[in-house]
């Protein structure tokens, strides 16, 4: 059974700072890797898919890697801003048919001016 | 143009009522799921359809029946609303083979 793990649930940080955000899974036979962010009261907006042939996923100030054999993502975010501030979620999903996702239960990323 | 809509956005109802969520996307997926987030905010799996076919029933009481007329929706029906059923229900959709998966803004069901 796939567990995805985001630890810490919170981090805040000032303005500016880079960061760096953790996910790890327990199955390492995953087909892509997708992180996502989600605002208060808001839906989840696709923010990186890294397919598993992938090491990393650029995108803006946004780099996601991948490791499978150590079973973990991160998501790096260069020069935080305040309106970087929300929920970031990293899921897997077991691939073929059945495709849904396993999600870690997010990491809430407060930027402080 | 949004790619996955779900209506409505919010929906308070009930104890005991039957209500409806719709979810159409027009990425040309063939693969729609619902999830729903609970007040930990934790996201899980409840149904999934790959061409308008049942492929992942994650153990949801059969008070939840979801219901695909094409591929491009796929609606959610609650009967028998109970407290416990409060939560924030997602559409999403990918192509199968865990292409990248888009999700709805969500509705938000409150049980009164």
């Known amino acids: 059974k796939q567990e995805v793990t985001q630890i810490p649930a919170a981090l805040s940080v000032p303005e500016g700072e880079n960061l760096v955000l953790n996910c790890s899974f327990t199955d390492s036979a995953i087909y892509n890797l997708q992180w996502f962010r989600q605002d208060p009261g808001k839906g989840l907006t696709s923010l990186l898919l890294i397919q598993s042939s992938q090491r990393e996923q650029t995108s803006g100030r946004l780099n996601a890697s991948l490791d499978k054999s150590s079973g973990r993502s991160t998501l790096y975010i260069a020069a935080s801003q305040p309106g970087d501030s929300a929920t970031y979620l990293c899921a897997v999903p077991l691939g073929g048919a059945n495709s849904k996702l396993t999600f870690g239960k997010g990491i809430t990323l407060s930027v402080r001016p | 143009d949004t790619a996955v809509s779900q209506t409505p956005k919010y929906l308070v109802t009930q104890m005991g009522n039957d209500k409806s969520i719709k979810c159409e996307q027009n990425?040309?997926?063939?693969?729609m799921y619902w999830y729903k987030q609970d007040s930990k905010k934790f996201l899980k799996i409840m149904f999934s359809y790959n061409n308008k076919e049942l492929i992942i029933n994650e153990t949801v009481p059969n008070r939840f029946s979801p219901k695909s007329p094409d591929k491009a929706h796929l609606n959610l029906h609650i009967n028998s609303l109970e407290l416990g059923d409060s939560a924030v229900y997602f559409c999403?959709?990918?192509?199968?083979?865990?292409?990248?998966?888009?999700f709805g803004q969500g509705t938000r069901l409150t049980v009164v």
């Open positions: 990425l040309g997926h063939d693969t």
């Open positions: 999403a959709s990918s192509q199968q083979g865990g292409g990248e998966a888009f």
